[in-house]
């Protein structure tokens, strides 16, 4: 893949990329199928990522006509690889073999290994034979979307389709690696004003978050909208700050610690609630909530913004969502599209059915969803949260300190890419959007 790479900052054509020969292999991060019970009696955070995640070369697999080859020049860390990395709530193997269960293309993907990576910026290098709208040399970035566009189930919305997957957890030959196999449908331009590693942190979070908030099939925000947003400087919060002060809204942000909320200060947020100086304990024990304290926290919102939040976009699950339909407004909306504190929900029904709020279930993104996300940061109105980079050979770190929740925003993994600050076509579009946009979780970070 070194040829790639020098062809590539060489600033190679298409037909110059088209023309190096592919390897044999390619250097990938992955999960061991023998692996799989290694963490069995052992706590969920005492699961060590460092130990499971490998980065070693593996074959590259054949390409079907639908697909291309992206010579991948960075990556990103997001939560489902720590959730493959620590085996949780499943090993992602079963996702492969049902996979392979499909058709010929599909068998690929049962390995005796995981290539992990929901996220990549990079280069096209090869097309198959039915891609129509992309081409070598193509600097692209990679939604993590992955269906059989042959479903019928497929064309309404395609995350309603019934094999609709996830690229990199539930498919094999993800982005954290030097090459990576994905379906044409998958690409979307590269922002021009972005180096590799700021390109390739957006594409799962920003698209996700933009499907809760903004799109029709999730909470539609409209101007004036409150909305709490739990982990507000986190992977999936931190894009959704953004598309709230895009859309006219009112953020009200929750962390976790004073830098965190310094930091939401610096992007403009003003209504944040530390919930660790709050001391919140919405349960009393592990079987018992306290109504008491979703109480304070929902005054704690209306001191800040004056009234409660139309709109809640709840991640952090079991800890959260009693709380979170609590607080949630008269006719408002709880948005949610994960459960990382478990998912065995409780919440109490009479503040629900009552008040007439709804729960929203949200998944990643369709295409035109992850397209329109994507747009905004090419037109430089969201901007990526990138706080580290890491070498491929360190993402098992990487992965480590999002599982502990050391991190803000997105990290970043440098892949091809020998350092950072490679890949900025456009200097100058960069200069006049504001170098300090893309540098405020890095320095709050440091
Ligand atoms: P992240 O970068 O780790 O951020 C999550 C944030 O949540 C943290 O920064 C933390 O902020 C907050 N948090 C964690 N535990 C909490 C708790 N018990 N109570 C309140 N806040 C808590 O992760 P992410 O990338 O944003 O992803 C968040 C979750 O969404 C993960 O479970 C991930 O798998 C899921 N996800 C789902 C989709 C989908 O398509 N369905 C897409 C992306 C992510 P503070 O400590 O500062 O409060």
């Not at 042959?150 to 030097?178: C, K, T, V, Y």
């Not at 029709?216 to 409150?226: F, H, P, S, T």
């Not at 919102?301 to 004056?306: A, C």
């Not at 100058?428 to 970070?445: P, S």
């Amino acid at each position: 893949m070194q040829a790639f790479c020098d062809a590539i900052l060489a600033g190679a054509s298409g037909g110059e990329l088209a023309a190096i020969p592919l390897p044999g292999q390619y250097r990938a991060a992955l999960v061991r199928r023998d692996d799989a019970g290694m963490f069995e009696g052992v706590d969920s955070i005492a699961k060590d990522p460092r130990k499971s995640l490998h980065v070693t070369d593996v074959d590259v697999p054949e390409m079907a006509p639908d697909e291309v080859y992206v010579a991948v020049m960075a990556s990103a860390i997001n939560f489902n690889t720590v959730w493959t990395s620590i085996f949780e709530p499943l090993p992602t193997f079963g996702f492969l073999d049902r996979l392979a269960r499909e058709s010929r293309w599909g068998a690929r993907h049962a390995l005796p290994y995981h290539v992990v990576g929901s996220d990549a910026s990079g280069v096209v290098v090869r097309v198959g034979s039915a891609v129509r709208n992309w081409k070598p040399g193509d600097k692209v970035v990679v939604h993590c979307n992955y269906l059989d566009d042959q479903d019928p189930s497929a064309h309404d919305d395609s995350m309603l389709a019934a094999n609709q997957r996830i690229w990199g957890f539930e498919s094999n030959f993800g982005g954290l690696a030097d090459l990576t196999l994905v379906k044409a449908n998958q690409l979307m331009p590269k922002a021009s004003h972005l180096s590799w590693e700021e390109a390739a942190v957006n594409a799962l979070c920003n698209s996700t978050a933009y499907r809760m908030l903004v799109s029709r099939n999730g909470a539609q925000m409209k101007q004036g909208d409150k909305v709490l947003v739990w982990g507000a400087t986190g992977g999936i919060g931190s894009y959704a700050v953004q598309h709230v002060r895009n859309g006219g809204g009112i953020p009200v942000g929750v962390v976790s610690s004073p830098d965190k909320a310094a930091l939401l200060h610096d992007l403009g947020v003003e209504a944040v609630i530390d919930r660790k100086a709050a001391g919140y304990r919405f349960w009393k024990d592990e079987h018992t909530q306290d109504e008491a304290e979703w109480r304070r926290l929902g005054k704690d919102i209306r001191g800040l913004v004056g009234d409660d939040p139309d709109i809640v976009f709840e991640h952090p699950g079991r800890q959260t969502m009693g709380a979170s339909v609590f607080v949630c407004k008269r006719a408002g909306t709880v948005v949610t599209c994960a459960a990382t504190s478990g998912y065995m929900i409780e919440y109490d029904n009479r503040h629900l059915w009552m008040k007439l709020k709804t729960i929203k279930g949200s998944h990643f993104a369709n295409y035109r969803e992850a397209w329109d996300a994507n747009q905004l940061i090419c037109d430089g109105k969201v901007h990526p949260p990138l706080s580290a980079v890491y070498p491929l050979h360190e993402v098992g770190e990487a992965a480590y300190q999002v599982h502990h929740n050391l991190h803000e925003g997105k990290i970043g993994v440098l892949c091809l890419a020998p350092e950072e600050g490679l890949g900025i076509d456009d200097p100058e579009r960069r200069a006049a959007i504001g170098e300090e946009r893309f540098t405020a979780f890095r320095r709050h970070g440091a």
